[in-house]
């Protein structure tokens, strides 16, 4: 018989955990309970990679056979212990209420409301207009060989390096990988999306017969595209050890270069995680420490097109 809920000790705090036996991967037998207790495990982590940032949430309240929606308003009913940040919008210079993660309660709250996916800003309530993340998505059409593409992630490291950034690689959980930089929050997303999108057409232009930077889909053939589209105000990108809401219950897993010859962008599901974490620390634990200048950067990438 089902338990209606449970209580969780969760810091300071109690979080009740409704349904916990509603599953929500079918195939997996993964139910909230399996979900909630990825995120506690994996909270100490993944907070750094959202402190500051306003969340989207993807919710699957009847699991991921059933259509989940993106949440980005906070809604009234949230406990007044989260935190709710106000985010002005562009298009018509209204506010909208997001929620900014502090600590495991607040993972393992949103847990419960099925939250599957945590998508994040490439900036902090610090510079809002200013991008600390600069991300390239390396995303395939069907049928491309994994090795195509981690020789496509390590070709935009090295393009990345040559222009006086550092780049760390995920796992998406997903399609792909994200090669991700960081800055220092120095310029407006208008020069970031600007650097990311001549980085992109650079190594494009160096690969045209595999690479491509063609928004409309019947433009690409069988090329992988390199997506910079997450570099804009508002725009989301999945977070470190978030779960993806697809069959597999893959997580998006930071990743050493190192292992990146073995890695698959789906490789590590829910409980390879957990041994994941317990063998090894989090290899973007230090990522901020290598923020640099996207100007000086967009400088040498101007060098390097003469």
Same mark, same amino acid.
């Given at each position: 018989?089902?338990?209606?809920? %449970?209580?969780?000790?969760?810091?300071?705090?109690?979080?009740?955990?409704?349904?916990?036996?509603?599953?929500?991967?079918?195939?997996?037998?993964? @139910?909230?309970?399996?979900?909630?207790?990825?995120?506690?495990?994996? +909270?100490?982590?993944?907070?750094? %990679?959202?402190?500051? *940032?306003?969340?989207?949430?993807?919710?699957?309240?009847?699991?991921?056979?059933?259509?989940? #929606?993106?949440?980005?308003? &906070?809604?009234? #009913?949230?406990?007044?212990?989260?935190?709710?940040?106000?985010?002005? $919008?562009?298009?018509?210079?209204?506010?909208?209420?997001?929620?900014?993660?502090?600590?495991?309660?607040?993972?393992?709250?949103?847990? /419960?409301?099925?939250?599957?996916?945590?998508?994040?800003?490439?900036?902090?309530?610090? @510079?809002?207009?200013?991008?600390?993340?600069?991300?390239?998505?390396?995303?395939?059409?069907?049928?491309?060989?994994?090795?195509?593409?981690?020789?496509? =992630?390590? $070709?935009?490291?090295?393009?990345?390096?040559?222009?006086?950034?550092?780049?760390?690689?995920?796992?998406?959980?997903?399609?792909?990988?994200?090669?991700?930089?960081?800055?220092?929050?120095?310029?407006?997303?208008?020069?970031?999306?600007?650097? =990311?999108?001549?980085?992109?057409? %650079?190594? &494009?232009?160096?690969?045209?017969? !595999?690479?491509?930077?063609?928004?409309?889909?019947?433009?690409?053939?069988?090329?992988?595209?390199?997506?910079? /589209?997450? /570099?804009?105000? =508002?725009?989301?990108?999945?977070?470190?050890?978030?779960?993806?809401?697809?069959?597999?219950?893959?997580?998006?897993?930071?990743?050493?270069?190192?292992?990146?010859?073995? +890695?698959?962008?789906?490789?590590?599901?829910?409980?390879?995680?957990?041994?994941?974490?317990?063998?090894? @620390?989090?290899?973007?634990?230090?990522?901020?420490?290598?923020?640099?200048?996207? =100007?000086?950067?967009?400088?040498?990438?101007?060098?390097? *097109? !003469?």
């Amino acid at each position: 018989m089902s338990s209606p809920k %449970h209580e969780l000790e969760v810091g300071d705090r109690t979080v009740t955990v409704s349904n916990p036996d509603k599953v929500l991967y079918p195939d997996e037998h993964l @139910a909230k309970d399996d979900v909630v207790g990825h995120y506690q495990r994996v +909270a100490d982590a993944m907070l750094p %990679h959202l402190r500051g *940032r306003p969340l989207s949430l993807r919710r699957f309240p009847d699991g991921i056979g059933q259509e989940g #929606f993106f949440q980005k308003e &906070a809604s009234d #009913f949230f406990p007044d212990w989260l935190e709710i940040v106000e985010v002005p $919008r562009v298009e018509d210079g209204k506010v909208l209420h997001q929620i900014v993660c502090r600590d495991p309660a607040d993972l393992v709250y949103l847990a /419960n409301l099925a939250t599957l996916e945590f998508h994040i800003w490439p900036s902090t309530m610090a @510079a809002l207009d200013k991008p600390d993340r600069l991300v390239i998505d390396v995303d395939p059409p069907d049928g491309t060989p994994v090795s195509e593409l981690r020789d496509i =992630a390590r $070709r935009l490291r090295r393009l990345v390096e040559q222009i006086g950034l550092t780049a760390f690689v995920q796992a998406t959980g997903g399609r792909g990988f994200h090669v991700v930089t960081p800055l220092d929050a120095s310029a407006g997303y208008d020069d970031v999306r600007d650097l =990311a999108r001549g980085i992109a057409d %650079h190594a &494009a232009s160096e690969d045209p017969d !595999r690479l491509t930077t063609a928004i409309r889909k019947d433009s690409r053939g069988d090329r992988v595209f390199l997506d910079t /589209n997450r /570099n804009g105000y =508002a725009q989301t990108i999945v977070a470190p050890y978030s779960l993806r809401a697809r069959p597999g219950a893959a997580v998006a897993t930071p990743l050493d270069w190192s292992e990146l010859g073995k +890695a698959k962008p789906n490789g590590v599901d829910l409980k390879r995680i957990q041994r994941r974490l317990g063998q090894k @620390a989090d290899p973007w634990r230090s990522i901020d420490d290598s923020a640099a200048s996207p =100007a000086t950067a967009a400088e040498q990438l101007e060098n390097l *097109r !003469r």
